[in-house]
């Protein structure tokens, strides 16, 4: 089964708002973290990652959070835009005997309306 | 620079056919990983391959295969199609793989009848 996942399928804000994004991840040994965005037709796009040394991250109008805790990862999104809109996909690397994979959660679809 | 190309965009085949897709990477990226999408299942890693060699591997069956070229081109094959095999199938590139980002293609849309 899968180690990622997501706590909501669906997110609806308003534009201006800040939206936060949740994902649980089962492997403590985890060490690095990335989320994706996918807009409709295109493929995932990277957006921001973190690693296990790290408990904060930030970009431009993103926050990434990583609690190791209780295996937690957010992705909280300023001043949320209608070009925001997409699905987002938190995702975990797992290191094979000598190549990576990422695992992905189920992905929750951001709405933003004006 | 350009991103990641995937050739065809869509493609419709039939029970027990095979289909070859193509993946061009990012130039000087060495690791190409293909993924399968589905809303049943969501992004599946399907393998990765690295200087022409198959590094890792996911959980599918042997009637997936692929391979990657000199170039760091790769292909990835499905043979004998089933209807569950329908998907976008996505190809990503990085530098060497291990530790750096994975950057997405558009995906190829494969629809089987």
């Known amino acids: 089964g899968e180690s990622v996942g997501l706590h909501l399928p669906t997110l609806s804000v308003q534009e201006g708002d800040n939206s936060i994004i949740n994902c649980a991840y089962s492997?403590?040994?985890?060490?690095?973290f990335i989320w994706y965005k996918q807009e409709s037709g295109k493929g995932p796009q990277f957006i921001i990652d973190i690693r296990s040394n790290m408990d904060k991250r930030q970009g431009q109008r993103v926050t990434v959070l990583l609690n190791k805790t209780v295996k937690h990862l957010s992705l909280q999104i300023a001043a949320t835009q209608p070009g925001d809109s997409a699905v987002y996909f938190c995702a975990e690397r797992q290191e094979g005997q000598a190549g990576t994979a990422l695992i992905f959660g189920k992905g929750t679809t951001l709405s933003v309306s004006s | 620079k350009a991103g990641v190309t995937q050739t065809p965009r869509y493609l419709i085949k039939t029970r027990g056919q095979q289909v070859t897709l193509s993946c061009s990477p990012i130039s000087g990226h060495r690791s190409v990983s293909w993924y399968q999408q589905t809303p049943g299942q969501g992004l599946q890693f399907l393998f990765e391959?690295?200087?022409?060699?198959?590094?890792n591997k996911g959980n599918f069956p042997g009637r997936f295969s692929g391979r990657q070229f000199s170039n760091s081109r790769s292909e990835m094959n499905v043979s004998t199609l089933e209807l569950g095999d329908s998907a976008l199938y996505l190809c990503a590139s990085s530098v060497a793989g291990r530790t750096d980002t994975q950057y997405f293609g558009p995906g190829t849309r494969l629809t089987v009848l």
């Open positions: 492997n403590s040994a985890s060490d690095y």
């Open positions: 391959y690295f200087s022409e060699t198959q590094r």
